[in-house]
């Protein structure tokens, strides 16, 4: 085996990018690396960056910096060990040779065509070698136009690249321990950087909308779908890990299984995984609201353990702003789909995000917005002021507000949504809710301060099925101290109070009703 060498992976974006740094440290561990989470204690650093908004950019580009500030400390009070500090993930692959260019601090960028070679890329590095970046490229360029004919594009020799769908020639045969092929044969290694019983799982990647705001099909490449043997096993093998609740995750989650021959193949993996042994919960995210389906709804809300949740991508209300977005629907039809769903599934979650300040919103525009926003009663609100993005059809349209506009119309639209989503709260009160537990005690000590609990204290954090991780709200659980429930277990609870998008919830013992 080669030499055992320190690594630290850096994730910043979205759960998509934290499977991706999963998949590396997978490769990187049955290399024969040592995964560390302190990037200081680390020979390199690797972050996994994010190019999405601007924002996002220039955090990466500040986590990036302060890895390189360690590695000048390498070698002179002796502080740290870093060596070398690279860079992956979206904005890598964006802008490759010019981040390069404009960030020296880094010793390396690499795109998503060197994850496979990754610990091959990083000895190289560590070893003085210097590895040319690349010229970026359209990535939807690479696949073929017709959905059904890329499956065949990702194998062979000359297979193209795509984060997820990687396949390894032939598996390590003595992986270490937490180490697996995470789902199946074609698919690349996996292993867990966090504990905690909630993990992704992408069924597939890129996007074939047109978004005119949006890059990310631009370096993401076109929709490609993870056959469902391969999602499957890799659920068995995180349940296995002592996850407990799966979020399936992907650029569009709604065109699963196009390019597989079956649109509405979404609906028959769903109840699979379902009977995957030890899950609790699986979630899906990030659904576009112009391909619902009446099935798909069905099996949202009526299958065991899948979560009636939907993330839906409205982005705005107003059919003038949606046609300019290259988007579809309007506020009635929004609220007709919102309906139909609650139909179904009165305590559904329902959460979407929203652009302000879009080239040409009008006054008028912006105030339908939030008159869909009121009448929609959503659990949770995303509110972005629109920033031009490089190459994107938008950055090219008249009618762009002004920063101090954009702002004002962030600030207003921000402050309804907050005050919607407290109401929204309130409504739950009285609501039974299945909690996951994900730690125990109260976070900020103040629980039973802060409620009238009875003698009770607050003996865990968790969330309701109609709750994502790290975005919609949680609930603190209470009971009788001392009497905790475990990590990754779900707890039957009454809400009984609310906290802005927060919830209260008492445990309630089974057979008693209270």
């Not at 762009?400 to 639209?413: D, G, I």
Request: hydrophobic share 40%; aromatic share 4%; with cysteine.
């Amino acid at each position: 085996m080669s030499e055992r060498r320190t690594v630290a992976l850096v994730t910043l974006g979205c759960a998509r990018n934290e499977v991706d740094s999963e998949e590396l440290a997978g490769r990187l561990a049955a290399d024969g690396w040592e995964l560390v989470d302190d990037a200081a204690e680390a020979e390199v650093a690797v972050v996994n960056t994010c190019g999405f908004v601007e924002a996002a950019k220039k955090d990466s580009v500040d986590a990036l910096l302060e890895a390189s500030e360690l590695k000048a400390s390498h070698g002179g009070d002796g502080a740290g060990r870093t060596r070398a500090v690279v860079a992956v993930g979206c904005m890598a692959e964006r802008y490759g040779k010019e981040l390069a260019e404009a960030l020296p601090e880094a010793d390396a960028v690499l795109g998503f065509d060197d994850y496979a070679d990754i610990s091959t890329r990083l000895r190289t590095i560590l070893g003085g070698g210097v590895h040319a970046p690349h010229l970026p490229r359209d990535r939807r360029s690479l696949l073929p136009i017709s959905p059904v004919e890329r499956p065949a594009a990702l194998a062979g020799e000359n297979a193209v690249a795509v984060p997820g769908h990687a396949a390894p020639a032939e598996p390590p045969p003595d992986l270490p321990e937490g180490v697996a092929p995470a789902s199946g044969p074609r698919a690349p290694l996996r292993r867990r950087l966090g504990g905690g019983p909630v993990a992704s799982v992408k069924i597939a990647s890129g996007c074939d909308r047109r978004c005119s705001f949006c890059a990310i099909p631009s370096f993401r490449g076109s929709f490609v779908s993870r056959r469902p043997a391969e999602v499957l096993a890799e659920a068995r093998w995180l349940a296995g890990q002592g996850v407990t609740e799966i979020m399936l995750v992907s650029e569009n989650n709604t065109s699963y299984g196009k390019d597989l021959g079956d649109i509405r193949l979404l609906e028959t993996l769903l109840p699979e995984l379902s009977g995957v042994a030890g899950l609790e919960r699986i979630r899906v995210s990030y659904l576009q609201p112009a391909e619902m389906r009446p099935g798909l709804i069905d099996v949202l809300t009526g299958t065991d353990k899948v979560a009636p949740y939907f993330d839906l991508s409205f982005q705005h209300a107003a059919p003038g702003v949606l046609r300019a977005m290259r988007r579809f629907g309007d506020t009635e039809s929004f609220l007709e789909l919102i309906a139909a769903i609650r139909a179904r599934a009165p305590r559904a979650g329902i959460r979407s995000n929203f652009i302000v300040g879009f080239p040409g919103e009008s006054e008028a525009q912006l105030a339908e917005l939030e008159r869909f926003l009121t009448e929609a009663r959503l659990d949770a609100i995303g509110v972005f002021g629109y920033s031009d993005e490089d190459g994107t059809e938008a950055a090219a349209y008249e009618g762009r507000h002004a920063p101090e506009v954009v702002a004002e119309r962030l600030a207003r639209v921000t402050e309804l949504a907050e005050e919607l989503m407290a109401q929204r709260a309130e409504e739950r009160i009285g609501e039974r809710a299945g909690v996951l537990v994900e730690a125990l005690g109260d976070p900020e000590g103040d629980g039973e301060d802060a409620l009238d609990t009875g003698g009770e204290g607050v003996i865990a954090v968790g969330r309701g099925a109609h709750q994502a991780p790290e975005t919609d709200g949680q609930i603190l659980l209470t009971g009788p101290l001392g009497d905790a429930p475990r990590v990754g277990q779900v707890v039957e609870a009454e809400i009984v109070a609310a906290r802005g998008v927060d919830l209260v919830a008492r445990r309630v013992r089974a057979g008693t009703g209270r």
